[in-house]
């Protein structure tokens, strides 16, 4: 049986290195904007392990939530970690990540990436297969985490072929 109930991805959230940085980079580059923040939030029982299985003593200073566009809500956080923060993982590490963007002009897109100084990882990438019609490419926020642009515009080899569900489109957020 399911999840009762479930409607839908509401958040997505990540833990940054330095929200003032992080915060410039989701409005100014991404164009992102931030709704609310929170914080500091500290705890002196087992509330941080309890509830978000970090160390007890771990301070979580601020968060803040941004909408982008249509789609999922990103809580961004700064933590001050009791522990030694461990280092991000790439793709192919358990817990490996990376966020994706629709882009209606993924050329356009790339090249003003690289204009800000963003670094993109390689040149855009064709899809094959069931993605057929899909091109993408990578590119690190200053801190280092994965990002994806993705663009569609005439849909995906899949769609023709396996009706009737379908992946969420941006596109289209109401299908």
Known sequence: M????????????????????AHDFFTRIIGCDLVYSLGPFRSDDDWMLEHLNVHPRTVMRRLNFYRCKNGSNFEVFEYEPHDPPQPQPRNSDIGGHHLGFYVDDLDEAIE??????????????????????????????PWGMQFELVSFPNGKRYEREHPPVKLWDPRDPAE
């Open 112 to 141: 003003y990436l690289r204009s800000e100084g963003i670094r993109v990882l390689g040149e855009a990438t064709e899809s094959s297969s069931y993605s057929t019609g899909q091109r993408w490419v990578y590119f690190l926020s």
């Open 2 to 21: 399911p999840l009762p109930a479930l409607r839908g991805t509401d958040h997505i959230g990540f833990t940054v290195p330095d929200l003032d940085e």
